[in-house]
């Protein structure tokens, strides 16, 4: 897999730094990632360690003080915001902890959005959407409102939204933070099977924050980070 693709993510050196009225707080010190095709990664570590804010930056939606950021073997420094934004919307999926779907929105048109904003044809979108709630099981709610659903249901929305670009990477927050155990082992299977789908559509690397060691157990790879720092370099230097 390394030998024929670039990573979908390589981070180098990052460092960040958050300024709180006089007082600085350093949030990366050095953090070297990189995130292969197609493998379920974990980031954990206590609150405070820097997840969300590796997360926004691999998500470009922060930039680091200093290091570099590639995506999918493409340097991007130098890209400018609108780039930046056309390569998120395009190539990024996201799932986060609380769904984030759009309650007055059906559950097709909430996984339809990202198409059309895209400008996706419609006829296009129609045969996608079905084929994406297909894959996640909820082909019989199409028409259903988010509140309707429970939040197992929810969160397979989100993930389906999420993968309806066909993304190269998608960037979980605590995905499995609102479900109970038995929901949150199907979410997790479910999320398992869209990262290693091959084919049209699959294949998307996932990095999960999470502090549940079930969602860890179940990942490719483990990252464990501690004051901004990447704790164990055992697993990373397998891969890379
Ligand atoms: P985690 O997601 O692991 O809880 P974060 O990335 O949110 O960690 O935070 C890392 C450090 O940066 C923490 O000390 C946090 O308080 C600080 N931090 C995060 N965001 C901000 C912000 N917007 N302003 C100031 N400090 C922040």
Avoid at 36 to 47: C, F, K
Avoid at 206 to 221: E, S
């Amino acid at each position: 897999m390394a030998d024929r693709h670039p990573p979908v993510l390589r981070l180098q050196k990052l460092h960040k730094t958050y300024r709180l009225g006089l007082h600085t707080v350093p949030a990366l010190q050095g953090v070297d990632l990189t995130v292969w095709p197609g493998e379920m990664l974990a980031l954990t570590g206590p609150s405070g360690s820097g997840k969300s804010t590796i997360l926004n930056i691999a998500g470009l939606i922060d930039q680091a003080d200093a290091g570099s950021v590639a995506f999918n073997g493409r340097d991007i420094q130098g890209l400018d915001g609108t780039a930046l934004t056309l390569l998120r919307r395009d190539a990024i999926g996201f799932i986060f902890q609380s769904f984030n779907l759009v309650p007055v929105m059906t559950v097709a048109d909430n996984v339809d959005f990202p198409l059309f904003l895209a400008g996706v044809p419609a006829a296009e979108r129609r045969q996608r959407v079905a084929a994406q709630l297909a894959a996640v099981g909820l082909s019989d709610h199409a028409q259903h409102r988010p509140d309707a659903l429970s939040g197992g249901q929810r969160q397979r929305v989100a993930i389906a939204r999420a993968l309806i670009k066909r993304p190269k990477l998608v960037i979980a927050d605590e995905p499995t933070a609102s479900l109970d155990s038995h929901t949150a082992e199907q979410v997790l299977d479910l999320m398992r099977e869209c990262c290693h789908a091959s084919g049209e559509g699959g294949g998307a690397a996932f990095l999960i924050a999470t502090h549940d060691h079930r969602v860890v157990r179940r990942c490719d790879r483990v990252i464990t980070l501690e004051d901004g720092r990447i704790l164990d370099r055992a697993t990373e230097t397998l891969t890379s």
